[in-house]
């Protein structure tokens, strides 16, 4: 049973579009969902995050909403650039138990055309 | 800035031999991972740490061992390797243990069995 999944294994836009990466959860326990952005030949890196307690984190070009009530979230990249050419993992987090371990979502490889 | 590193970067093995991926973060965390990162499959726990002396299995522990003898380091150890183990395993610290904790990777290890 996957308890967090990512809807789009792979993801093509033009540069300038909006990118939008989505995800759903299956544990109402969890209550922290970062992104992490994974270059090729590198090991995945914490990109933004954002608590339960919120509906929407911006920073920068890249900004996530989040549905509580749905399970949901999306990442959204504003103004794509061919850089941000990588593979975006969804992770959640909870308090279960005590244990906070995240679990990840199977990534979307995203690839930005110039 | 954190630091992981991981050892070997690449590994060659064969089926049946004894296989010892190391880990050394300076971050100071008490809490440190094993990962897997299969084509279809993301990013999968293997092992991971509270501290030193510490292990627990996490959600694909079979075939692994793993080994937290202190703060810094953390190794992976595959007793009898075989091929369905092929992977590129990321090893990570997390800074929090607790909800918002960011984990931060080394760039891996790609592994082969043969």
């Known amino acids: 049973q996957q308890q967090v999944r990512q809807s789009s294994q792979s993801l093509t836009v033009w540069e300038g579009e909006t990118a939008i990466l989505n995800c759903s959860y299956e544990?109402?326990?969890?209550?922290?969902f970062p992104w992490y952005q994974q270059f090729p030949g590198e090991g995945p890196a914490l990109l933004i995050a954002i608590r339960s307690v919120s509906d929407k984190k911006e920073d920068g070009r890249f900004t996530i909403f989040f549905n509580k009530r749905e399970k949901n979230l999306s990442l959204h990249i504003k103004d794509s650039q061919p850089g941000d050419s990588a593979t975006y993992f969804c992770a959640a987090s909870g308090a279960s138990g005590g244990n906070y371990k995240p679990t990840f979502g199977k990534g979307t490889s995203l690839v930005v055309h110039p | 800035e954190a630091a992981v590193t991981q050892s070997p970067r690449n590994k060659v093995a064969v089926t049946g031999g004894k296989v010892t991926l190391s880990c050394n973060q300076t971050n100071n965390h008490n809490n440190m991972y094993w990962y897997r990162q299969d084509t279809g499959h993301g990013l999968r726990l293997i092992h991971y740490s509270y501290g030193a002396g510490s292990t627990e299995k996490g959600d694909i522990p079979d075939g692994y061992k793993a080994s937290r003898p202190s703060q810094e380091n953390f190794s992976l150890i595959l007793e009898l390797a075989t091929p369905s183990q092929t992977s590129v395993y990321f090893c990570?610290?997390?800074?929090?243990?607790?909800?918002?904790?960011?984990?931060?990777f080394g760039h891996g290890t790609k592994l082969s069995v043969l």
């Open positions: 544990n109402s326990a969890f209550d922290y």
């Open positions: 990570a610290s997390g800074d929090a243990g607790g909800p918002n904790e960011r984990l931060f």
